[in-house]
């Protein structure tokens, strides 16, 4: 699912993001509270009108800001005090308060408001944490009024596999539409995030979605899936081209390497995203060095269409049995390309 925070992927108009092959996007609650207000997008016909994109959208809770703003921010078990970084306006969210912004926002899948634990943090501090977002949960689960979203609940625990199997089982006997797995990829190395993914995943209901929250290089997505996940989100694709790269077989390009300054072939001969059939590595490097905007939208759909063809790869070999084999580079390596 491309991240599209403010109810927007970042470059690209909803046609574009449609020609990539992606069919759900992700956009963000506390940010869109802050601006324009989810008044206003219910105004505008809710959020896939007010944004123009007809296919699913998941709406993150708001929770993660819970990590990502600890400098602005005070946590209770009865929610969370933000300073918003804009203006420095105090911010009160509780998971009723969520869950009502996401009603109104009017996204397919809703994220229930949960405590994400940062890394490295210690047992008590974690154990705490997964405690308080299992209650805010089930506030959640009271506070929820459409029945056409689906409300999915995260399972944390941190790096501790028996705080997560807890957590995990727990959320499974709530019976919801999806499930999950959050805090991963907030600072731990590879190996630890492979090694909760692996173990978590399999606890979760089969036949429910399973949502890796926050992860999107090759190897990671690969792995996951073979541990069952099925959603991913990840802002890589479209920050790397911000940052003039493009992702090719796995691979981070940097558009400003001189050796790309005369090549006039296209990033990839088997990609076929509007910029691979138009367009050579020698205009989109010249786009880059010039720092024009035009750079960041081709790129842009060239990774996103990167990482969508990779998935759908993954897809046609698991329907064929051919996933072990035909991944294995993927399943097994231990460096991280991108």
């Known amino acids: 699912m491309p991240v599209g925070t403010l ?39 809710g959020l896939h009108r007010f944004m123009g994109w007809q296919g699913p959208i998941l709406t993150d809770s708001g929770g993660f800001q819970v990590f990502s703003l600890s400098e602005l921010r005070q946590v209770t078990d009865e929610g969370v005090t933000f300073r918003s970084p804009h203006d420095g306006q105090t911010i009160y969210l509780t998971p009723e308060r969520s869950i009502q912004i996401q009603n109104t926002l009017g996204a397919d899948v809703i994220m229930a408001f949960d405590e994400c ?62 499930y999950a797995i959050g805090g991963v990829s907030v600072g731990e190395p590879p190996e630890l995030i492979a090694e909760i993914v692996q173990a978590t995943a399999p ?19 690969a792995q996951a899936i073979a541990a069952g996940v099925d959603l991913f989100d990840c802002v890589i694709p479209t920050r790397l081209a911000r940052h003039g790269a493009a992702l090719v077989k796995g691979e981070r390009w940097n558009l400003k390497n001189a050796q790309f300054r005369e090549d006039f072939t ?42 969508v063809y990779f998935t759908q790869r993954i897809r046609s070999a698991i329907l064929s049995d051919r996933f072990t084999t035909e991944f294995a580079d993927w399943l097994t390596l231990t460096t991280v390309l991108i």
């Open 117 to 178: 634990p940062p890394y490295p943090a210690s047992r008590e501090e974690v154990a705490a944490a997964t405690s308080r977002t299992y209650r805010w949960l089930q506030r959640c689960i009271t506070a929820h009024q459409r029945r056409d979203q689906a409300l999915f609940g995260i399972v944390q625990g941190g790096v501790h596999l028996d705080l997560r199997a807890i957590a995990a089982h727990a959320l499974a006997e709530l019976d919801l539409p999806g």
């Open 266 to 307: 296209p990033l990839d001969a088997d990609c076929p995203c509007y910029t691979c059939q138009h367009f050579s590595r020698a205009y989109l490097s010249h786009l880059v060095r010039a720092r024009e905007i035009l750079a960041y939208t081709l790129l842009s759909i060239h990774n996103i269409t990167e990482l």
């Open 203 to 221: 606890l979760l209901p089969p036949e429910k979605p399973r949502y890796l929250m926050g992860i999107g290089t090759y190897r990671e997505m």
């Open 7 to 45: 109810a927007n992927v970042k470059t690209l108009t909803a046609a574009q993001l449609r020609e990539t092959g992606a069919q759900m996007i992700l956009a963000n609650t506390y940010h869109l509270h802050l601006q324009p207000g989810e008044a206003i997008v219910a105004g505008g016909g």
